[in-house]
Nanobody
Framework: QAQPVESGGGLVQAGGSLRLSCAVS????????IGWFRQAPGKEREEVSC????????EYADSVKGRFTISRENDKDTVYLQMNNLKPEDTAVYYC???????????????WGQGTQVTVSS
């Protein structure tokens, strides 16, 4: 089954920025909504942001609104998460996954990749 490949994580100081990438293969990415999720130690995985298949509709968790921006390039089969003004509470492993259709409903549907670690120091 197709797995996404996340990259771009790293160690950054509070207030810094990172840009995550999610590369997908094995399915037609341009027909699916794609979401970014994160899991911090000892916590459940949570949705951070989602973008519909065309890229015209986006959603964000309250905790990241105004700081994170999701985007996609369907011709490159890649979804991005630009993270600005990072906070220590953003520290987590970040994953991407597709939804079952074109819109951000029904929760993640596909296989999980390895994720990419984001660590924000205070």
């Amino acid at each position: 089954q197709a797995q996404p490949v996340e990259s771009g994580g790293g160690l950054v100081q509070a207030g810094g920025s990172l840009r995550l990438s999610c590369a997908v293969s094995g399915f037609e990415m341009d027909v699916y909504a794609i979401g970014w999720f994160r899991q911090a130690p000892g916590k459940e995985r949570e949705e951070v942001s989602c973008i519909n298949s065309s890229g015209f509709r986006t959603e964000y968790a309250d905790s990241v609104k105004g700081r994170f921006t999701i985007s996609r390039e369907n011709d490159k089969d890649t979804v991005y998460l630009q993270m600005n003004n990072l906070k220590p509470e953003d520290t987590a492993v970040y994953y991407c996954n597709r939804y079952g259709g074109s819109y951000c409903i029904g929760g993640p549907f596909g296989s999980w990749g390895q994720g990419t670690q984001v660590t924000v120091s205070s």
